[in-house]
């Protein structure tokens, strides 16, 4: 089974404007830890935002925050007032077993998002 | 200093030819990864080090070779390699969760590999 699942292949957003970009994830752990990336054209991968799975708060770093429903295995990300340099492709990652140690980091397809001036 | 550094940022070489990639990290972090990456496609994991010693093989084939010589610098050795692994790989490193470290998961900024 697919462990992070990315819908839209792509997404467009006004300038300004917020957008949020869908993830879902499954795991029979109870403690994992859920990312978000951005890769730009020149493929550098940047991480942006981090969830772990016992947090009770949504995690938040400036313009974008995690909406985290743990029932639902969703993992959001929302980007608040899009600028033109937010078009990228963004990926959902998650690491589980944490407390066993273990390393591996599952990537979703990604959502390509471009920002319209 | 909060980086991964990848040398070179490209590579072009022959299916006869040797080559390294080189990574490294100053952050102390234990946990060193390399990601293979096609285009539009997510990274794949090739290879875990943790506390220097290969944790994670992914059925990586044998011409694809890594080695951690210390805790900050990861390598990997190329040989014989077919136009197919044309691709960009990534370098990745971590603090280990198991020992109260964060969980994030930082890369470099890849090298673009041509094999022709």
């Known amino acids: 089974a697919q462990k992070i699942t990315q819908t839209q292949p792509g997404m467009f957003v006004q300038e300004k404007e917020a957008v949020t970009l869908d993830c879902t994830y499954d795991t029979s752990d109870p403690s994992y830890g859920l990312f978000w990336y951005k890769q730009p054209s020149s493929g550098e991968m940047i991480f942006l935002i981090y969830q772990g799975s016992y947090d009770q708060q949504n995690a938040t770093e400036g313009r974008y925050s995690l909406n985290f429903q743990k029932a639902r295995k969703s993992a959001n990300l929302v980007i608040s007032a899009s600028q033109l340099g937010d078009s990228a492709m963004y990926f959902c990652a998650m690491r589980e077993n944490l407390q066993t140690g273990a390393n591996n980091l599952f990537f979703g397809t990604g959502t390509r998002l471009t920002v319209i001036p | 200093d909060t980086e991964v550094t990848q040398t070179p940022k490209h590579l072009v070489m022959g299916m006869t030819n040797k080559k390294s990639l080189k990574c490294e990290q100053h952050m102390g972090h234990r946990a060193m990864y390399w990601y293979k990456q096609k285009a539009k496609k997510p990274p794949e994991l090739m290879f875990v080090y943790s506390y220097e010693k290969l944790s994670i093989n992914e059925s990586v084939p044998s011409r694809f070779s890594p080695e951690c010589p210390n805790s900050s610098l990861l390598n990997l050795h190329l040989h014989a390699l077919q136009p197919e692994d044309s691709a960009l790989y990534l370098c990745?490193?971590?603090?280990?969760?198991?020992?109260?470290?964060?969980?994030?998961?930082?890369f470099g900024p890849g090298t673009r590999l041509t094999v022709l």
């Open positions: 990745a490193s971590s603090q280990d969760p198991v020992s109260g470290g964060a969980w994030g998961v930082f």
